[in-house]
């Protein structure tokens, strides 16, 4: 978070999306079939109490925040209760400990309200402690019902605990379940997408596929802005290995919307996950004569050329985004990729932006990363190796597949064989399209050869 703006809206999308401040829900729900957090409502962005307690709590003034978030809370009846608020807030320092002592704390104060179990069940599915998760909703869902409040919010607050429960048995794959939580949702809110997406993904787990996209159709006949029916089914496949009705029902969405940017940038970047580059070569192109301001568009475009080594052209479409949007992390990112393989001007502009991007989003793993790959392209392996172990310790010990290529060149180069084909190995497992991957299957056949048994000479 660079200002206190940014403060202020890290702040309220968390209580948007774990708390529900508003009763209203967003009429333009994203196609995400397996996180609570596109079910809430907006609300709640333009409350001083809140940005500044956020500010407080920044150099653990609780007292002081608690008392603003009381504030806040008596003159905005429809919060819930400060110490779920402040939870919020704990929750964006990336203090957990201390959210969840404050949410138990609100348990204790305020055994009634299901505002505190909504949040502690929020906090279990990020840290994918579903059977807590589950207590957590079942719970508020229990508590919702005898909420002293207008049925509106009241009917609100069920809702997101029944989304809690459904995204919990959709997390154990139990699609029935799932199912049936979603349906009491859309019997009584026939038109939320968001639902709908819920809802059209467990039909097409349990291989109702007709059904699915009958639900898919009905979510985009509420929102046209939602990606068509026949992609979303697509990205359905494609999630579960099938390739061949990936591909099916990914010509039919562009079939059914040729003139559709979501569409094609949905069939560019699925042939790209593909590795079929000429159909994502052709789909980004579409793209762009459908919208060629789109950044986006122009995302996918320079990504294409970057898998493919075009390296002047991926730089030239993050450039273009660039320029527009300065602070764009993954463009910056992206476009000290493509620079780096260029000439010598060219690979200095590519350390200029990798370590700019370092210093403002300085806990990003990608960030350091690409460091540490710009440098290692400029011979400075030393530094190069700190970076990727800096990148390693910002993912907690998780790597990108990219960042694990990475350091199998490193350990390679260092003569650590092991260490490095246990990289590899890692990365080329990873079911993600990755910008290396060509270059790791190639280390991994060299560091095979040095596995073969050494013949004996000649006597």
């Known amino acids: 978070m660079q200002s206190c703006s940014a403060g202020r809206v890290a702040v309220t999308a968390f209580v948007v999306a774990v708390l529900a401040l508003s009763p209203r829900p967003s009429p333009a729900q994203p196609p995400v079939a397996d996180t609570l957090k596109q079910a809430a409502p907006r609300g709640g962005a333009e409350i001083p109490e809140i940005e500044e307690a956020f500010q407080r709590l920044r150099s653990l003034d609780v007292d002081r925040a608690k008392s603003l978030l009381d504030t806040a809370v008596k003159a905005h009846p429809e919060l819930p209760p400060s110490r779920v608020l402040m939870a919020a807030c704990f929750v964006q320092l990336n203090m957990s400990a201390m959210a969840r002592q404050q949410l138990e704390l609100a348990v204790q104060e305020m055994p009634a309200d299901p505002a505190p179990y909504l949040a502690l069940g ?125 591909g099916k029902w990914m010509k039919a969405a562009i079939e059914a919307a040729p003139d559709d940017l979501s569409t094609r940038l949905a069939a560019a970047e699925w042939a790209m996950a593909t590795y079929q580059f000429p159909m994502a070569e052709k789909q980004a192109s579409a793209a762009l004569k459908l919208d060629p301001a789109s950044q986006e568009a122009q995302m996918v475009a320079g990504l294409i ?139 991994a056949e060299e560091l095979k050869k040095l596995d073969l048994p050494r013949k004996e000479p000649v006597k």
């Open 122 to 246: 929020e906090l279990a599915l990020q840290g994918r402690r579903w059977t807590e998760a589950d207590l957590c909703f079942q719970r508020a869902s229990e508590l919702a019902g005898k909420l002293k409040v207008d049925a509106q919010r009241r009917g609100m607050t069920l809702q997101q605990a029944l989304f809690g429960e459904a995204v919990v048995a959709e997390a154990r794959s139990d699609w029935p379940t799932a199912q049936k939580r979603i349906e009491e949702i859309v019997a009584k809110d026939p038109k939320n997408v968001t639902a709908l997406q819920h809802y059209a993904r467990a039909l097409f787990q349990q291989k109702r596929v007709t059904a699915a996209l009958e639900k898919l159709r009905a979510a985009r006949a509420v929102n046209e802005k939602l990606l068509t029916p026949e992609a979303v089914l697509a990205d359905f496949y494609h999630q579960e290995g099938d390739k061949a009705n990936a």
């Open 305 to 443: 050329a970057l898998y493919q080594k075009d390296y002047a052209q991926a730089a030239a479409f993050f450039q273009k985004i660039v320029d527009q949007s300065p602070s764009n992390f993954q463009a910056i990112n992206n476009l000290a990729l493509a620079l780096v393989h260029q000439g010598p001007a060219d690979k200095k502009r590519a350390l200029e932006y990798a370590q700019m991007n370092a210093q403002r989003a300085s806990n990003h793993p990608d960030a350091f990363a690409t460091v540490g790959w710009v440098l290692y392209q400029l011979g400075r392996s030393a530094e190069a190796e700190a970076a990727f172990r800096k990148a390693l310790d910002l993912g907690k010990g998780q790597s990108s597949a990219d960042l694990a290529y990475y350091l199998a060149r490193i350990a390679t180069d260092r003569k650590r064989y092991d260490e490095a084909r246990k990289a590899l190995d890692a990365a080329l497992r990873s079911p993600q399209p990755f910008i290396q991957r060509p270059a790791a299957e190639q280390l």
